[in-house]
């Protein structure tokens, strides 16, 4: 897969590089869940979200790439724990513990990954360490 250069990076530096206003990130951040919308009403589990992942263009659109652990959610898509561990639903570490066999990438987890990504994204510009 090939995409154009993004010359803004990724979400994370252009917010703190950039100097980013409050309401610029809101408006990203929104623009992300709208995305990752998008991607469940097709039926596809991204499975990877993070700042890392969310390039930023250049009219400051950000977009949602690495599509290396996406599946289709009908699709029984076992995870092999692979991933980024800060980012990954606590079902996605120790599975049994929720009752299930295996760990499985869902509409859920990508959602408890975007909680996780907007706080990467804003504690900085709120002056805290993430």
């Known amino acids: 897969m090939v ?3 993004m010359e803004n990076g990724n979400i994370v530096r252009y917010t703190t590089s950039k100097k980013a206003c409050q309401s610029t990130i ?5 623009e992300v869940a709208t995305g ?3 991607l469940h009403a097709r039926g ?9 992942n969310i390039l930023v263009d250049q009219d400051l659109h950000p977009c949602i790439a690495d599509f290396g652990l996406a599946h289709l959610s009908d699709m029984s898509h076992s995870n092999t ?3 980024s561990a800060r980012w990954m639903a606590p079902e996605l570490h120790d599975p049994r513990t929720f009752g299930l066999e295996h760990s499985v990438r869902t509409r859920q ?3 408890f990954a975007f909680g996780m ?3 990467e994204v804003k504690l900085p510009f709120l002056g805290l360490t993430w």
Do not use: K, N, Q, T
């Not at 596809?44 to 890392?52: L, Q």
């Open 26 to 30: 809101d408006v990203m951040l929104r």
């Open 81 to 83: 724990g692979s991933g």
């Open 117 to 119: 990504l907007c706080l």
């Open 36 to 38: 990752l919308e998008y």
């Open 109 to 111: 987890s990508d959602v």
């Open 3 to 5: 995409s154009p250069w």
């Open 44 to 52: 596809f589990i991204h499975g990877d979200i993070r700042g890392a």
